[in-house]
């Protein structure tokens, strides 16, 4: 197989993550006999600093044309107190726009090795296994008017959703769903916002199109509790975008695995992009010791979701569960009798075990 | 002292619980020689049966001309189904707008003898104190446009805020720090929302007129993960209305308290409103078996906020800490070798602490 891979490596912690998942994928290119053409472009902080710009053209052009695309991670310091058009985010926002990643996927399972840094008691967390699908195109972020008015006086954001973007979400975690334990429980606000109600009503419709599944619905608030009272009782969870935001996020923290989290942003036929879950992470960027393992995995499942190389997207779990279970750790995870490891030293153990 | 206090039972396990505030209030006013009148009003699923609306007319003029509100909680599955104007939740969220309630206070504390509930570790719940400051008239919950469009094919919702509106519960906030750890985070999505930008800006503002405490900013997903990872790096957490909602929730259930949590919902010089942090719990309702500390805390929060009679309510929470000290629990909390109490004998410990 033939890949044409866009490496967008972003900011702080990004350039050091992705060259540890390009290694890997080398590593899986050669064990089984494919060939991937890696192309680096910039996006983000790095991308304004080049070219007064968080998404130049070429960017976008380069993922356009190629079959999938990793990102790193962007933003820091550095940019914060930029105008709104030249913040390392836009270039984030901006391909999921040009891509149309409407459908992000975020994993949260911890490893057994790793569950003692779970801030959760153990019983509560032990057996947690779920999956976030978040829409990721559309609500606040990208709702018109966004803008201040009044002379500056007030300010106004705007949620608004097709029936049609909704409905490709939901049938998005409907397939999830059956590619697992078959429970979906759909997160909105349904109680107050009218973008909820339409919301509950379309994931309602689409309940007979998938009778193997079973469906529940949990206002965000609640849902925000019963992640750390009851991790276990989610499978798929799907969620409009700003309520995915807050809760992939906090679901991120509860198995300790944060900096193993890898995700999926999803076009309906297109090009996907993978990302881990966690940020730039600047105050420990440029010294090699951050965790690659996220990106590593985001890399399986570009080749799962995208290439369809199951078997290629397995080898490379394995082999990460392989180096963890032999007590390597990065700096992140505390650990008493494990064996401190920095990024290319973790890389090397994961591209041994391949 | 001579008050008028409305009481608004609601739904649910609602009436069990003012019922114990009442009990108590009627303790203290013998003991401190107050007068409080007692008047019972509609609200919610009750209000939808008995008036045909969530929020009487006449329920909204008795809170006007009281001194304070005590409400119990609204909502339960048999108006699920109602359509949008009769729904429990409307009259909630007209009293919150007709009373101008714009700063709901939600502290999160844990009593000591229930952390074991907590779903956290002991060593990062253990000393958490939060206060949760939500703005609750505005944003996304009221701003309009909300409706459906295009023939039902799309749907908008409005977050709006004026100046004067982030102002003063942005004032609120700091005004509650400066009573407690002096240190302000003030929660938003400025890296996307044009909303937040605003609200960040009036928060570095008003800084300067705060010069004691300590401000930082966090996004809301961030802050998401935070609560759980570091819950007692927070002292007072500001943020608007929706965010507010789902961070309140996802703290409440921190501590392993949540039937302990009271809240107070204030206006600018008018009359204040407290309930408790938990909902109208249905699944328990009639049963006797609730937990009222929750209802009864948010009394001691009405006596302190809205008639300045700190020690009154300061013997309330000290008899709640006796009564929870001598194992004493209702059966919302697991112990060992605790005394299971239901609602009126836990309401009759308190009061006999009195
Ligand atoms: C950087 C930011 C715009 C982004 C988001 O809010 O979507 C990030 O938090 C994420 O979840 O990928
Ligand atoms: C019942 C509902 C409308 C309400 C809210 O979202 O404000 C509740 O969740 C709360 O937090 O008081």
């Known amino acids: 197989m033939n890949k044409k891979i866009v490496l967008l490596p972003g900011d702080g912690i990004g350039a050091e993550v992705i060259h540890a998942a390009k290694d ?39 993922c356009k044309s190629s079959d999938a695309v990793l990102l790193g991670a962007v933003g820091g310091p ?20 040009a891509l149309d990643l409407y459908a992000n996927l975020r994993p949260v399972k911890g490893f057994e090795k790793l569950l003692h840094a779970s801030p959760l008691r153990q019983d509560i967390i032990q057996g947690s296994d779920l999956l976030i699908v978040r829409e990721l195109t559309g609500g606040l972020y990208f709702g018109q008017p966004s803008e201040r008015r009044d002379n500056g006086n007030s300010v106004v954001d705007t949620l608004t959703y097709s029936r049609k973007e909704i409905e490709r979400i939901v049938d998005k975690a409907f397939q999830s769903a059956r590619l697992r334990k078959k429970q979906l429980t759909s997160v909105d606000k349904a109680n107050v916002l009218e ?45 409009e975008n700003m309520f995915g935001d807050i809760l992939s996020d906090e679901a991120s923290v509860l198995t300790g695995s944060l900096g ?18 966690h940020g730039s992470a600047p105050d420990i960027a440029g010294k090699g ?3 690659p393992i996220a990106m590593i995995l985001s890399a399986a499942l570009m080749l799962r979701y995208s290439f369809q190389l199951e078997e290629e997207a397995v080898a490379i779990e ?14 992140d995870l ?13 890389t090397e153990l994961i591209v041994n075990e391949l």
């Open 24 to 62: 890997v994928l080398t590593a899986i290119s050669k064990k089984f006999n494919h060939e991937f053409d890696f192309q680096y472009c910039d996006i983000g902080g790095i991308a304004i600093d080049n070219h007064q710009n968080p998404l130049p053209d070429e960017t976008i052009e380069a």
């Open 78 to 97: 550095k940019w914060d107190n930029n105008p709104s058009h030249l913040r390392p985010e836009r270039g984030l926002l901006g391909i999921r726009k």
């Open 195 to 239: 973008s909820s109600k339409l919301w509950r009503e379309i994931v309602e419709e689409k309940k007979s199109d998938y009778p193997d599944v079973t469906v529940n619905h949990v206002l965000v608030d609640a849902a925000a509790m019963k992640l750390i009272t009851e991790p276990t009782s989610f499978d798929v969870i799907v969620t």
């Open 260 to 277: 193993m989290l890898p995700s999926a942003s999803l076009a309906e036929d297109g090009v996907g992009l993978y990302e881990p879950a």
């Open 289 to 291: 010791i951050a965790n």
């Open 318 to 331: 394995a082999a990460v569960e392989r180096v963890l279970n032999q007590n390597y750790h990065t700096a």
């Open 334 to 346: 505390k650990s008493e009798d494990g064996k401190l490891v920095n990024t290319n030293e973790m």
